[in-house]
Protein backbone atom coordinates (compact mmCIF):
# COMPACT_ATOMS: atom_id res chain seq x y z
CA UNK A 1 0.00 0.00 0.00
CA UNK A 2 1.57 3.26 -1.16
CA UNK A 3 1.44 6.50 0.95
CA UNK A 4 1.51 9.67 -0.22
CA UNK A 5 3.57 12.22 1.40
CA UNK A 6 1.53 15.08 3.29
CA UNK A 7 2.16 18.62 1.80
CA UNK A 8 2.82 21.62 4.05
CA UNK A 9 -0.10 23.61 4.92
CA UNK A 10 0.16 26.69 2.16
CA UNK A 11 -1.97 29.74 2.24
CA UNK A 12 -3.45 30.23 -1.17
CA UNK A 13 -4.53 33.67 -3.30
CA UNK A 14 -7.69 33.61 -5.02
CA UNK A 15 -7.03 33.44 -9.13
CA UNK A 16 -9.55 36.16 -9.00
CA UNK A 17 -7.35 38.67 -7.11
CA UNK A 18 -6.62 42.16 -8.56
CA UNK A 19 -3.30 43.87 -9.39
CA UNK A 20 -2.03 44.92 -6.21
CA UNK A 21 1.43 46.98 -5.99
CA UNK A 22 3.97 47.52 -3.84
CA UNK A 23 6.48 50.39 -3.23
CA UNK A 24 10.50 50.23 -3.66
CA UNK A 25 10.23 51.25 -0.22
CA UNK A 26 8.13 48.42 1.20
CA UNK A 27 9.94 46.03 -1.01
CA UNK A 28 13.46 46.77 0.16
CA UNK A 29 11.88 47.01 4.22
CA UNK A 30 10.09 43.48 3.57
CA UNK A 31 13.59 41.87 2.06
CA UNK A 32 15.45 43.34 5.34
CA UNK A 33 12.84 41.46 7.12
CA UNK A 34 13.83 38.57 5.37
CA UNK A 35 17.53 38.45 5.89
CA UNK A 36 17.13 38.78 9.85
CA UNK A 37 14.99 36.10 10.04
CA UNK A 38 17.05 34.40 7.58
CA UNK A 39 19.78 34.86 10.48
CA UNK A 40 17.92 33.47 13.29
CA UNK A 41 17.16 30.60 10.91
CA UNK A 42 20.66 30.08 10.29
CA UNK A 43 21.61 30.27 14.06
CA UNK A 44 19.21 27.83 15.19
CA UNK A 45 19.82 25.32 12.45
CA UNK A 46 23.19 25.21 13.02
CA UNK A 47 22.21 24.67 16.72
CA UNK A 48 20.03 22.19 16.18
CA UNK A 49 22.05 20.17 13.71
CA UNK A 50 24.46 19.99 16.00
CA UNK A 51 23.09 18.30 18.77
CA UNK A 52 20.76 16.54 16.64
CA UNK A 53 23.60 14.82 15.00
CA UNK A 54 25.60 14.08 18.12
CA UNK A 55 22.05 13.16 20.15
CA UNK A 56 22.07 10.96 17.13
CA UNK A 57 25.61 9.18 16.75
CA UNK A 58 25.21 8.13 20.47
CA UNK A 59 21.68 6.76 20.04
CA UNK A 60 22.07 4.82 17.05
CA UNK A 61 19.36 7.26 15.38
CA UNK A 62 19.44 7.15 11.93
CA UNK A 63 16.41 9.40 12.08
CA UNK A 64 17.52 11.69 14.27
CA UNK A 65 21.07 12.28 12.24
CA UNK A 66 19.11 12.65 8.91
CA UNK A 67 17.16 15.52 10.62
CA UNK A 68 20.16 16.99 12.19
CA UNK A 69 21.75 16.69 8.50
CA UNK A 70 18.41 18.09 7.63
CA UNK A 71 18.50 21.15 9.74
CA UNK A 72 22.42 22.11 8.30
CA UNK A 73 21.19 21.64 4.54
CA UNK A 74 18.06 24.64 6.24
CA UNK A 75 20.96 26.44 7.49
CA UNK A 76 22.51 26.76 3.80
CA UNK A 77 19.12 27.53 2.44
CA UNK A 78 19.27 30.11 5.04
CA UNK A 79 22.33 31.51 3.62
CA UNK A 80 21.19 31.62 0.26
CA UNK A 81 18.36 34.48 1.11
CA UNK A 82 20.61 36.40 2.91
CA UNK A 83 22.52 36.67 -0.07
CA UNK A 84 19.40 37.09 -2.44
CA UNK A 85 18.30 40.10 0.30
CA UNK A 86 21.33 42.15 0.26
CA UNK A 87 22.91 45.10 -1.89
CA UNK A 88 22.15 45.26 -5.41
CA UNK A 89 20.31 41.87 -5.54
CA UNK A 90 17.10 43.04 -3.80
CA UNK A 91 15.95 44.20 -7.03
CA UNK A 92 17.09 41.40 -9.24
CA UNK A 93 15.03 39.18 -11.17
CA UNK A 94 18.08 36.90 -11.69
CA UNK A 95 18.83 37.00 -8.32
CA UNK A 96 15.70 35.65 -7.69
CA UNK A 97 15.47 32.78 -9.94
CA UNK A 98 18.99 31.86 -8.85
CA UNK A 99 18.07 31.75 -5.31
CA UNK A 100 15.05 30.08 -5.52
CA UNK A 101 16.84 26.95 -7.79
CA UNK A 102 19.78 27.22 -5.19
CA UNK A 103 17.12 26.27 -2.37
CA UNK A 104 15.07 24.18 -4.12
CA UNK A 105 18.21 22.13 -4.82
CA UNK A 106 18.58 21.96 -0.28
CA UNK A 107 16.38 19.40 -0.59
CA UNK A 108 17.78 16.79 -2.82
CA UNK A 109 20.96 16.73 -0.82
CA UNK A 110 19.57 14.92 2.14
CA UNK A 111 17.11 12.47 0.53
CA UNK A 112 19.93 9.80 -0.59
CA UNK A 113 21.68 9.25 2.27
CA UNK A 114 19.20 9.53 4.97
CA UNK A 115 16.81 7.01 2.33
CA UNK A 116 20.19 4.25 1.89
CA UNK A 117 20.83 4.86 5.69
CA UNK A 118 17.16 3.66 6.75
CA UNK A 119 16.72 0.59 4.37
CA UNK A 120 19.97 -0.25 5.66
CA UNK A 121 18.89 -0.23 9.42
CA UNK A 122 15.42 -1.95 8.71
CA UNK A 123 17.23 -4.58 6.99
CA UNK A 124 19.64 -5.04 9.81
CA UNK A 125 17.49 -4.79 12.44
CA UNK A 126 19.64 -1.77 13.88
CA UNK A 127 17.89 -0.62 17.31
CA UNK A 128 18.67 3.10 18.47
CA UNK A 129 19.09 3.77 22.00
CA UNK A 130 16.70 5.68 24.06
CA UNK A 131 17.65 9.76 23.70
CA UNK A 132 16.32 12.53 26.27
CA UNK A 133 18.83 15.06 24.51
CA UNK A 134 16.63 13.73 20.68
CA UNK A 135 13.40 14.47 22.48
CA UNK A 136 13.35 17.37 24.05
CA UNK A 137 15.18 18.74 20.22
CA UNK A 138 12.32 17.59 18.90
CA UNK A 139 10.05 18.98 20.72
CA UNK A 140 11.57 22.75 20.30
CA UNK A 141 11.50 22.22 17.08
CA UNK A 142 8.44 21.60 17.00
CA UNK A 143 7.27 24.81 18.70
CA UNK A 144 10.28 26.52 17.28
CA UNK A 145 10.16 26.43 13.07
CA UNK A 146 6.75 26.89 12.49
CA UNK A 147 6.81 30.57 13.52
CA UNK A 148 9.81 31.20 11.05
CA UNK A 149 8.15 29.64 8.53
CA UNK A 150 4.63 31.26 8.45
CA UNK A 151 6.62 34.78 8.77
CA UNK A 152 8.50 34.50 6.05
CA UNK A 153 6.12 32.49 3.62
CA UNK A 154 3.46 35.73 4.88
CA UNK A 155 6.10 37.94 3.53
CA UNK A 156 6.91 35.79 0.53
CA UNK A 157 2.89 36.27 -0.38
CA UNK A 158 3.37 40.48 -0.11
CA UNK A 159 6.67 40.67 -2.43
CA UNK A 160 6.37 37.44 -4.44
CA UNK A 161 9.65 35.62 -3.88
CA UNK A 162 9.25 31.80 -4.59
CA UNK A 163 12.70 32.01 -3.12
CA UNK A 164 11.88 33.15 0.30
CA UNK A 165 8.71 31.15 0.30
CA UNK A 166 11.04 28.34 -0.62
CA UNK A 167 12.79 28.77 2.42
CA UNK A 168 10.05 29.20 4.90
CA UNK A 169 8.42 25.54 3.15
CA UNK A 170 12.00 24.47 4.83
CA UNK A 171 11.18 25.59 7.90
CA UNK A 172 7.90 24.11 7.61
CA UNK A 173 9.31 21.08 6.42
CA UNK A 174 11.60 20.94 9.87
CA UNK A 175 8.57 21.57 11.92
CA UNK A 176 6.47 18.37 10.47
CA UNK A 177 9.68 16.71 10.18
CA UNK A 178 10.45 17.17 14.29
CA UNK A 179 6.50 15.81 14.79
CA UNK A 180 7.46 13.03 13.29
CA UNK A 181 10.54 12.16 14.16
CA UNK A 182 8.92 13.05 18.32
CA UNK A 183 6.86 10.61 17.32
CA UNK A 184 9.11 7.88 16.52
CA UNK A 185 12.02 8.70 19.96
CA UNK A 186 8.40 8.50 22.06
CA UNK A 187 7.50 5.15 20.42
CA UNK A 188 10.92 3.56 20.79
CA UNK A 189 11.46 4.85 24.29
CA UNK A 190 8.00 3.92 25.62
CA UNK A 191 6.90 0.77 23.87
CA UNK A 192 10.33 -0.59 22.17
CA UNK A 193 9.32 0.05 18.68
CA UNK A 194 12.63 0.48 17.00
CA UNK A 195 11.77 0.02 13.61
CA UNK A 196 9.48 3.56 13.72
CA UNK A 197 13.19 5.56 13.81
CA UNK A 198 13.99 4.30 10.32
CA UNK A 199 10.35 4.27 8.66
CA UNK A 200 10.53 8.50 9.82
CA UNK A 201 14.06 8.57 8.04
CA UNK A 202 12.09 7.31 5.11
CA UNK A 203 9.48 10.06 5.17
CA UNK A 204 12.41 12.43 5.83
CA UNK A 205 13.73 11.38 2.51
CA UNK A 206 10.29 11.08 0.18
CA UNK A 207 9.03 14.48 2.03
CA UNK A 208 11.87 16.27 0.92
CA UNK A 209 12.44 14.52 -2.77
CA UNK A 210 8.78 16.22 -3.33
CA UNK A 211 9.27 19.46 -1.12
CA UNK A 212 12.27 19.83 -3.31
CA UNK A 213 10.62 19.61 -7.09
CA UNK A 214 7.31 22.08 -5.98
CA UNK A 215 10.57 24.49 -4.86
CA UNK A 216 12.24 24.12 -8.22
CA UNK A 217 8.73 24.66 -10.13
CA UNK A 218 8.01 27.55 -7.91
CA UNK A 219 4.72 25.24 -7.16
CA UNK A 220 2.36 26.11 -3.93
CA UNK A 221 3.63 29.85 -3.62
CA UNK A 222 0.16 31.26 -4.85
CA UNK A 223 1.71 34.47 -5.74
CA UNK A 224 3.83 36.33 -8.99
CA UNK A 225 6.93 37.89 -9.22
CA UNK A 226 6.72 41.80 -8.77
CA UNK A 227 10.32 42.34 -10.33
CA UNK A 228 10.16 42.28 -13.83
CA UNK A 229 7.49 44.83 -14.63
CA UNK A 230 6.62 48.24 -12.92
CA UNK A 231 3.06 49.64 -12.99
CA UNK A 232 4.71 52.96 -11.82
CA UNK A 233 7.96 54.62 -11.29
CA UNK A 234 8.49 53.80 -7.84
CA UNK A 235 5.98 50.93 -7.46
CA UNK A 236 6.44 47.34 -8.16
CA UNK A 237 3.32 45.35 -9.44
CA UNK A 238 2.19 42.05 -7.86
CA UNK A 239 0.49 39.59 -10.87
CA UNK A 240 -3.14 39.24 -11.09
CA UNK A 241 -3.29 35.48 -12.06
CA UNK A 242 -3.12 33.85 -8.24
CA UNK A 243 -0.44 31.74 -9.29
CA UNK A 244 3.74 31.64 -9.60
CA UNK A 245 5.64 31.13 -12.58
CA UNK A 246 7.18 28.41 -13.31
Same mark, same amino acid.
Given at each position: ????????????????????????????? $???????????? %?????????????????????????? &??????????????????? &??????????????? %??? %??????????????????? @? &? /????????????????????????????????????????????? @?????? $???? $??????? @?????????????? %???? &????????????? /????????? /????????????? /??????
Amino acid at each position: MSIESPSLPLASVPASSPVATISRDRYAA $LAGRVRRLSWIS %LGLMSAEGLVAIVAGVLAGSIALVGF &GLDSFIEGAASVVLIWRMS &GARVFSQHAEDRAQR %LVA %LQFFVLAPYVAIESVRSLV @N &G /DRPDVTLLGIGLATASVIVMPMLGIAKQRIADEIGSAATRGEGRQ @NMLCAY $LAGA $LLVGLLA @NALMGAWWLDPVVG %LLIA &GVAVREGVESWRG /DGCCVGSPL /DHLAVEGEIAVCD /DGCCRS
